[in-house]
């Protein structure tokens, strides 16, 4: 089993007995989720840690983006759970990159794929996305590469 599984494990169990309502609501939806990606496709096989970490990144969106419905939608309480939750989760992510850093990333790829304007973007991406898995949103990342072949 993955480092990071037995530590969503243990952090679970931790969270039952101190009655954490959120961090185990949180929890059990995301050992589900990687329970769930564990088993889709042909064969069942064991999720590596970097593995999780995109299932623990797409989980995170999933809360941000349904707060943002519930607050449209005038449910700012289900909007409140959904952020807390969303934050809990992120608690399991790598260190997020500055802006700097980011910025940096970005440069050294245009660089690299011999872009110099926006219809070179899929390659920037494409070089980009390995690097910064899990350490930067897909959409901050794409528009600080936008920002930059512009």
Not at 2 to 17: G, V, Y
Not at 54 to 61: A, D, H, N, P
Request: charged fraction near 35%; proline fraction near 1%.
């Amino acid at each position: 089993m993955s480092e990071l599984k037995t530590r969503l494990q243990a952090d679970l169990t931790a969270a039952m007995k101190a009655r954490d309502a959120v961090r185990t609501r949180a929890l059990r939806m995301l050992l589900t989720a990687i329970s769930n990606e564990e088993v889709s496709g042909k064969s069942a096989r064991e999720l590596s840690d970097d593995e999780i970490i995109k299932v623990i990144t797409k989980e995170v969106k999933k809360r941000r983006e349904a707060a943002e419905a519930f607050e449209q939608g005038g449910r700012a309480d289900r909007a409140a759970d959904e952020r807390a939750e969303g934050e809990v989760l992120s608690e399991y992510l790598p260190e997020q990159l500055s802006d700097e850093e980011l910025a940096d990333l970005v440069r050294a790829a245009i660089a690299e794929a011999g872009v110099s304007d926006v219809k070179g973007m899929g390659a920037v991406m494409k070089l980009l996305t390995p690097r910064v898995a899990g350490r930067a949103e897909g959409r901050r990342v794409a528009d600080e590469v936008r920002r930059q072949l512009s």
